[in-house]
């Protein structure tokens, strides 16, 4: 990339995507100051995660997945937008340490991607004005209670697979009134599905795969007509396979 790229100071997009240039940490693209959107995935920017990065403050969308980044994200990353962030994608790198709550940081209908890194800890309390979250594939362990404090909520798409999450799921699912896609295959989650799964109305994906979740169907599930894709497999659910099944869904 060119060294007076910087000087472009009115710059509101920068879209360089599906690249091989390289943009060193050290780069200095704070003189940026009135972008609003940034997108290198594929670039070449790692291994340190970019310094640059936290000095645009008018940044409402930015996609640094699959740069190289073996780092992780300094403290003050997640707390230097006002609440106006539409769109992170991170995925894709080897991004390591714990994610703060991001509870306040995020615009209405919001998307994250964290998906393909080493992120580690419990799982952050979120904002309720997501609509796509994507945790998928990290190292994250604990429970899941923070799905109950997500209230009147947008959120279309969980992606919670392939981590180290235990646990019971909930029976606070009714929050959900839009969610489409559930993934939660490849954890330790155990116990009986709660009945607010049939609140899920809307929900076309439900993915439990290689979990312990046990005991029978909860039948609230034929509520769930619009499924497309049921995936129970390698739990230990027993009984008969309900009648419903062939019939609501």
């Given at each position: 990339m ?5 000087e ?6 920068l879209?360089v ?11 200095h693209?704070?003189?940026l100051?009135?972008?609003k959107?940034i997108?290198?995935?594929s670039c070449?920017i ?11 403050k008018?940044l409402?969308?930015?996609?640094l997945?699959n ?7 300094p403290?003050g990353f ?6 106006q ?6 995925s894709?790198?080897?991004?390591g340490?714990?994610?703060p709550?991001?509870?306040?940081k995020?615009?209405?209908?919001s998307?994250?991607d ?15 004005t997501?609509t796509?979250?994507?945790l998928s594939?990290?190292?994250f362990?604990?429970?899941i209670?923070?799905?109950?404090q997500i ?10 697979s392939?981590?180290?999450l ?11 009134k ?7 295959e ?5 116990g ?7 609140s ?5 994906v439900?993915?439990l ?7 029978e169907?909860p ?8 499924l ?12 008969k396979?309900?009648v ?6």
């Amino acid at each position: 990339m060119t060294e007076k790229l910087w000087e472009l100071s009115i710059l509101q997009t920068l879209d360089v995507s599906f690249n091989t240039l390289t943009v060193p940490s050290k780069y200095h693209l704070s003189g940026l100051s009135y972008v609003k959107v940034i997108d290198l995935m594929s670039c070449k920017i790692g291994p340190r995660f970019p310094k640059w990065v936290q000095t645009l403050k008018n940044l409402t969308a930015l996609d640094l997945s699959n740069t190289g980044m073996s780092d992780t994200t300094p403290l003050g990353f997640w707390y230097m937008w006002p609440s106006q962030v539409e769109y992170l994608n991170l995925s894709s790198n080897n991004i390591g340490g714990k994610v703060p709550d991001l509870l306040s940081k995020f615009a209405s209908y919001s998307v994250i991607d964290l998906s393909s890194n080493n992120f580690n800890g419990q799982i952050p309390k979120i904002s309720s004005t997501l609509t796509s979250l994507n945790l998928s594939r990290n190292n994250f362990s604990g429970g899941i209670s923070f799905i109950c404090q997500i209230v009147d909520g947008w959120l279309e798409y969980l992606d919670l697979s392939h981590n180290s999450l235990i646990g019971q799921l909930l029976d606070c699912l009714w929050h959900f009134k839009e969610l489409k896609v559930l993934n939660l295959e490849h954890n330790n989650l155990f116990g009986r599905l709660p009945p607010s799964i049939g609140s899920l109305i809307q929900l076309e994906v439900l993915y439990l795969y290689k979990n312990n979740f046990s005991g029978e169907l909860p039948l609230s599930l034929k509520s769930c007509t619009l499924l497309i894709s049921l995936d129970l497999g390698a739990n230990k659910f027993s009984g008969k396979v309900p009648v419903w099944i062939g019939e609501n869904l």
